[in-house]
């Protein structure tokens, strides 16, 4: 118990030694981004040309989505879904001064009141005529930690995690600019979020953590390298809040936006391109393993990932560390996987280690195979990074705002004008 509190402050500490290093300080020069060629996702395995939406839906797709799980992130297990039980634990009718209705609901994995298990805060619009759309984004510090409504349960964190030992009620509210919920509500969206750590503990290996241990049965014909790392499981973990959510009479879980910051970005990538159920991906600043392509090796490195925090993915991506290009595939490919459904990529100019341009490249090289889905894709817009603080694209859509890594009104709003577009 001790060991595994002192293991997540220790892991920070050497990341962030580890940023600052210089020998692995990451690449901030443009012209040592060496020359590249992306693979084309509509060229199969064998060679074939994807010349219709068909083929990608049959074949292509799926030895794309075939990759990522083998080599970079890890086999995602189906659900026991007979397994999965949720209970609505409080309700108040009246949050945000009327307009809305907060209700906190534990869903657990396998056995009720046992862990593993998530906590859920979900916020809808009150009155509403219809069932809301929704946005599901997990948060970083628990639900307490996104507004200081004292009505908000303090998250009930198990081993492991980072907020584990801390004071939380002097944590209340410590994200809540993040997280606009009153701005969300009044323009009809319902917000639903959770803590990550609840579903795997970050900075771990151990297999007997969170949800890891529910997938040990599936992964007994899963080979090594390629078992999930902690990406994958909290992917697992919000595609089994979306089938709670599909229960719940307030939203239309068939609307609903998965949004991810950072490696919650990285995340709700991988969730959407699992989970078709997702009508749209919101990905903010996800850089390296997210949405930055990686041969670009700009900012963040895979090296770098590699040495620090290498139980995000499966231990087969190792084998790149050193040498991006040898991949089979990039990650403009992660985001063809949402095709055709839309997909917002965002960016901080300020945020180079998530390196933008490469953010940008990414979602601009997903368009053939949008294009080919007969949606308009990134819109005809050139190959260059556009203006700052301009929203650019289509149903891929991009911007990268002034400032540093977080997410901020500017990003928010963005999201919200996109699901208008798309979801309402
Ligand atoms: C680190 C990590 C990034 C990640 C970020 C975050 O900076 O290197 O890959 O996106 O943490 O999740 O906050």
Not at 131 to 151: I, K, Q, R, T
Not at 182 to 202: F, H, K
């Amino acid at each position: 118990m001790k060991k595994l509190f002192v293991l997540p402050v220790l892991a920070v500490c050497v990341w962030t030694a580890a940023v600052y290093a210089e020998e692995w300080k990451a690449n901030n020069d443009e012209s040592k981004v060496i020359s590249y060629t992306l693979p084309d996702p509509l060229i199969c395995g064998d060679g074939t040309p994807v010349a219709t939406p068909e083929l990608w839906t049959e074949k292509r797709r799926g030895e794309i989505l075939d990759l990522f799980r083998t080599q970079m992130y890890g086999m995602m297990p189906d659900c026991d879904k007979s397994k999965l039980r949720w209970e609505t634990l409080r309700v108040n009718p009246v949050a945000l001064d009327g307009k809305a209705v907060f209700r906190e609901i534990r869903v657990w994995f396998d056995a009720p009141n046992a862990r593993p298990k998530v906590d859920l805060l979900v916020c809808t619009p009150r009155g509403a005529a219809e069932p809301a759309p929704a946005f599901l984004a997990y948060n970083f510090y628990g639900n307490h930690a996104v507004s200081d409504d004292p009505w908000i349960s303090l998250a009930d964190c198990p081993d492991g995690t980072r907020i584990q030992g801390k004071d939380l009620e002097t944590e209340r509210g410590r994200s809540k600019d993040r997280w606009p919920i009153e701005t969300i509500v009044d323009r009809g969206y319902a917000l639903v979020t959770a803590y990550y750590e609840e579903v795997v503990p970050d900075y771990h290996s151990e297999r007997s953590l969170g949800v890891f241990p529910l997938f040990a049965p599936f992964e007994e014909n899963v080979p090594e390298p390629s078992r999930a790392g902690e990406i994958t499981a909290w992917a697992w973990g919000l595609s089994r809040i979306l089938d709670c959510l599909e229960n719940i009479p307030e939203i239309d879980a068939r609307r609903v936006a998965v949004m991810g910051h950072s490696r919650l970005g990285k995340t709700a990538l991988w969730a959407g391109a699992n989970d078709q159920r997702f009508a749209m991906v919101i990905s903010n600043d996800s850089g390296c393993g997210g949405a930055a392509l990686s041969r670009r090796n700009f900012g963040e490195t895979l090296d770098f990932m590699d040495q620090v925090i290498p139980f995000w993915f499966c231990p087969y991506y190792s084998r790149y560390a050193k040498d991006p290009t040898q991949i089979p595939f990039d990650q403009h490919e992660l985001i063809a996987l949402v095709a055709p459904r839309p997909v917002y990529v965002a960016s901080a100019d300020e945020d180079l280690w998530a390196d933008p341009k490469g953010e940008f490249l990414s979602a601009w090289n997903a368009d053939p195979v949008y294009r080919l889905l007969g949606t308009a894709g990134i819109g005809g817009v050139a190959d260059v990074p556009p203006e700052t603080n301009v929203p650019v694209g289509a149903v891929i859509r991009y911007h990268r705002r002034s400032g540093k890594h977080g997410v901020t009104e500017f990003d928010w709003n963005a999201y919200l004008g996109f699901a208008d577009e798309y979801l309402k």
